[in-house]
């Protein structure tokens, strides 16, 4: 069962930039999504875009101007750079591999995550 | 404010059953399929159910899931102190081009 880690600073000042990286326990053969996710504290879980092992991206809008996602030639790590943080940008972060049908970057009709990482905090502050 | 409604939190006592409801539109759960998920804390996030109704290896029959129009249900009967944790659906939405979840529900057992 491949498993994931979340890592990288657990501090961030308010409008520097985000930088996580995900390590995949074992490359595969196979082509996969690779998702980035958070929670904020006393909020929902927030999609904010993937990663094809190809590394072609789809980003959630609502981060669009700020996100960028990455893909090692080695499919073992995936990093995730978030630019202009502010104290809403503090949260867990969770990475998780996408499954399901094909997906296009309108339409995915059949798509989960599975599995997550434990997840890693980061803080937004001075 | 999530795209996807859950209640706050539903409560049952041992080995009896709860329900979770989440709702959403014709952009999200009415054309796209449902998966759920369990979040305890200090631990990483776990799928429960996947295609609207479908279980992962691991994942005891005692959890189910179904899906009608554009409203999903997630159900867990033989409730265990175990259970108690924070459960989210979610979905693609098409209008959004983004997965949505919903806000989560807190299950506590009585």
């Known amino acids: 069962q491949v498993q994931l880690q979340e890592s990288g600073p657990g501090l961030v000042k308010p409008s520097e930039t985000l930088s996580l990286t995900c390590t995949v326990s074992?490359?595969?053969?196979?082509?996969?999504?690779w998702n980035w996710i958070r929670q904020s504290a006393g909020k929902g879980l927030e999609w904010i875009g993937r990663?094809?092992?190809?590394?072609?991206?789809d980003y959630n809008p609502a981060f669009k101007n700020r996100v960028s996602m990455s893909v090692d030639t080695s499919r073992t790590q995936f990093s995730l750079k978030l630019t202009s943080v502010t104290a809403a940008d503090t949260a867990v972060y969770y990475c998780?591999?996408?499954?399901?049908?094909?997906?296009?970057?309108?339409?995915?009709?059949?798509?989960?995550?599975?599995?997550w990482g434990q997840g890693t905090l980061v803080t937004v502050s001075s | 404010q999530s795209v996807l409604t859950q209640p706050p939190s539903v409560s049952a006592a041992p080995g009896q059953k709860v329900t979770i409801s989440c709702s959403g539109s014709s952009s999200n759960i009415g054309n796209n399929y449902v998966s759920w998920y369990v979040l305890l804390p200090g631990t990483a996030p776990k799928l429960l159910i996947y295609d609207n109704n479908k279980r992962p290896s691991g994942i005891p029959d005692r959890v189910s899931g179904s899906k009608s129009g554009t409203s999903a249900t997630l159900g867990i009967t033989g409730l265990q102190t175990g259970d108690e944790a924070d459960y989210y659906c979610g979905t693609w939405d098409d209008s959004l081009s983004a997965y949505v979840f919903g806000a989560g529900t807190m299950v506590t057992v009585l």
């Open positions: 998780a591999r996408g499954r399901g049908g094909y997906c296009s970057p309108n339409s995915c009709p059949r798509y989960w995550f599975d599995p």
């Open positions: 074992s490359a595969s053969s196979t082509s996969y999504y």
């Open positions: 990663i094809y092992t190809s590394g072609s991206t």
